[in-house]
């Protein structure tokens, strides 16, 4: 059996999912992991499918742009890589939220900071707002430090990057995070 990677993107619209997960089933493929959002007007999904008849991927790809052209959405498929799974390093999550006006390079200066420490960014979310006409970005990542990164160096880089950008900054675990946070 065979897995694929699938992304779609484009214009949201009600459907999507329904016509994307549809027209998979009737190539005899199975979904088994997805993330999908809509950023300000903007549909982005990625797949991971199983194809257990091991249809041709261009077959599957055409099917599904043909169907999504309509929509002003578009396709990629790719093989998923049928590698062993790599050891699971030890790591523990963290949540690290930033707030400031938004900038050019604001995004690079805090990732490039992120993966100094070797920590791999598991989520990520950033969201402008307007505030008395000024634009500002609020990012959220969920990163997971590697076993051997003391917390406390986390903080003091993300602390002294996001200073020098002006951003506000905090770094919890994520059991603080989400026990904070909790509805």
């Known amino acids: 059996m065979s897995k694929f990677v699938l992304s779609v993107i484009g214009k949201d619209k009600p459907g999507i999912l329904a016509k994307i997960s549809t027209i998979l089933f009737t190539h005899g493929c199975n979904i088994e992991d997805v993330s999908q959002t ?12 199983l194809n257990p008849d091991e249809h041709p991927l261009g077959e599957i790809g055409r099917s599904l742009n043909e169907a999504l052209e309509g929509m002003e959405l578009s396709a990629h498929l790719r093989p998923m890589a049928a590698t062993a799974p790599a050891p699971v390093a030890a790591t ?10 938004d900038k050019p390079g604001t995004i690079a200066a805090v990732t490039g900071a992120i993966a100094s420490l070797s920590c791999n960014v598991a989520n990520f979310r950033a ?3 307007q505030d008395e006409g000024v634009d500002e970005m609020i990012m959220i990542f969920e990163v997971d430090l ?7 160096n986390l903080r003091r880089v993300m602390q002294d990057i996001c200073s020098a950008k002006g951003l506000d900054v905090s770094v919890q675990h994520r059991d603080i995070f989400e026990t904070i946070h909790r509805v």
Do not use: K
């Open 38 to 49: 809509i950023l300000q007007t903007e549909f982005a999904s990625i797949f991971i499918v």
């Open 127 to 129: 969201i402008i707002t």
């Open 146 to 152: 590697p076993e051997g990164v003391e917390h406390r």
């Open 92 to 101: 523990q999550p963290f949540v690290i939220t930033t707030r400031g006006v």
